[in-house]
Nanobody, 124 residues
Framework: QFQLVESGGGLVQPGGSLRLSCEAS????????VGWFRQAPGKDREAVAY????????NYADSVKGRFTVSRDNAVGMVYLQMSSLKPEDTAVYYC?????????????????WGRGTQVTVSS
């Protein structure tokens, strides 16, 4: 069974940091491009960050540039999203997703595999 599993979410105060992790079960994640998405209640799923196969290219939504960093360690099959200077508007369920093709990273339908998400809540 192919699946992705996110971890690292939680409750953090504004200005704080969290690191999310994404790992694959049943397949080699190092063969896939990986995106991070988030979805807040009542809102559409939003692309947040993206990393290519060899960690040589990344992309970010304007709302998180300079605060979030995506990276991967293919030796252990993990992808990370380091989130800093968190704001209440970053509160959402965060998902990692994996795709084979070099299609538009912002489009959820371009991804073959998804995790179930991890909740991030930024509140004082």
């Amino acid at each position: 069974q192919f699946q992705l599993v996110e971890s690292g979410g939680g409750l953090v105060q504004p200005g704080g940091s969290l690191r999310l992790s994404c790992e694959a079960s049943g397949f080699n994640l190092d063969r896939y491009r990986v995106g991070w998405f988030r979805q807040a209640p009542g809102k559409d799923r939003e692309a947040v960050a993206y990393v290519t196969l060899l960690n040589d290219f990344t992309n970010y939504a304007d709302s998180v540039k300079g605060r979030f960093t995506v990276s991967r360690d293919n030796a252990v099959g993990m992808v990370y999203l380091q989130m800093s200077s968190l704001k209440p508007e970053d509160t959402a369920v965060y998902y990692c997703a994996a795709k084979i093709l070099t299609s538009d990273w912002r489009e959820p339908e371009n991804y073959e595999y998804w995790g179930r998400g991890t909740q991030v809540t930024v509140s004082s």
